[in-house]
Structures are given as structure tokens and as C-alpha cells.
């Protein structure tokens, strides 16, 4: 790039990074990531508040993740660790940043607390996909518009929600008209089973 060409912004002022380090990806795309997200989603079971949640295994029933992000777990193992670092977060940051000093945090923090001889707390989680089916909704909406009167033509004419021209003579008319919303499928991640273990 020339010093005569401007860099220009992303929309918001904030130019988006590109996070490269090879073990977030895979923390990422290989399903630990998941797991934290279904270990913290369920408090009632296993209290996870003021903890880090490290994966140590994953097994899943297929290789393919169902829908972006979804993973098939089979089970996977975790071990919990206490915050004694918490992750400082700049004024700029993105979320994804965000979510990235946060993984680097607790990475470090887990390091120096297994390398010190903490052991912690461990489970074996058993996860399912539940997809319940959204069926399709129809509805009539009632909507009020605008009819502008065309001289020219002798007719009224449809102007939606305005404007209309000054000069020109209008009215309100009520219209209905049905509204449908597709069938659609909801993921959700539920637990058959969870265990303590050594």
C-alpha cells in the first residue's frame, strides 16, 4: 500500500484483527469451545461461577459439526480451575477479542495452577442435540396506508406509509394481510448425563 492510499475504517471506526494463533482455532472449530458454552449453561447442575473450564477429552458421534458451531458430543471431560487472573480487556476491543483474551487468560492461569500441583474438580458431561421443530405461523396483520388521488388519472393511488407529494389530496385506508412465517428448526444442548469423577 502506497502512503497515499488511506486505510478505510469498518463500519463503527474499528478495524477488525485477524486472530491467528493456531491453538484458539482449534479451541474453536474442535468443540472446547462448545463444551465451556454447555458447562456454563448449566448452573443448576455444576456450579462453574468464578471458574475456568478446561477440557481434557471430547468424543463426538460424528466428525461433522450438525450446524455451525453445534457439535454432536458423545461426552466430553472437564476439570475446574479458580479465577486468580482475570483477563484485561482494552477500551477497543472487539467481542471476538474479547473471547480471545479471555482463552489466553484462562490458558495461562490453568498452566500455572496444574504446573503449582492444583488438581480440580472433574466431570464427564454427556450432552445431546435437541431440535424441536418451530412450526409454520400465519397471521393476518391489519396496517394502515396511504392512498394519494391522481388528478390525472382519476384514480388513487397506493403510497404505502407516504410521503405524499404536497398538493395532492389523500386518505388512510386500513388493509389486511396474512403473514407467514416458515417452519424453522431450534438447536438446544441438554444434558442426559453428568458425573463426578476422579
Known sequence: MSKKQKKIPEK??????????????????????????????????VNVEGKWIDVLSIKTRVENVIKSGWHDFEYFEVELFPKKIRPKYLKDMTDEEKKYETWKTAHTDITQQRNNGFIGRKYIVYPYIDIVRIPEKREIISDIVLEMFD?????????????????????KKEIEYEEVREATEDFQYKIRKIERIK
Do not use: L
Not at 12 to 38: M, N, Q, R
Not at 151 to 171: F, L, Q
Open 12 to 45: 463503527g471506526g474499528k478495524k477488525k484483527k485477524a486472530i491467528h494463533d493456531s491453538e484458539y482455532i482449534a479451541y474453536c472449530e474442535h468443540g472446547d469451545s462448545a463444551a465451556v458454552f454447555i458447562m456454563r449453561d448449566i448452573q443448576n447442575t
Open 151 to 171: 388528478p390525472e388519472t382519476n384514480e388513487w393511488i397506493d403510497r404505502g406509509h407516504g410521503p405524499v407529494p404536497k398538493g395532492y389530496e389523500y386518505r
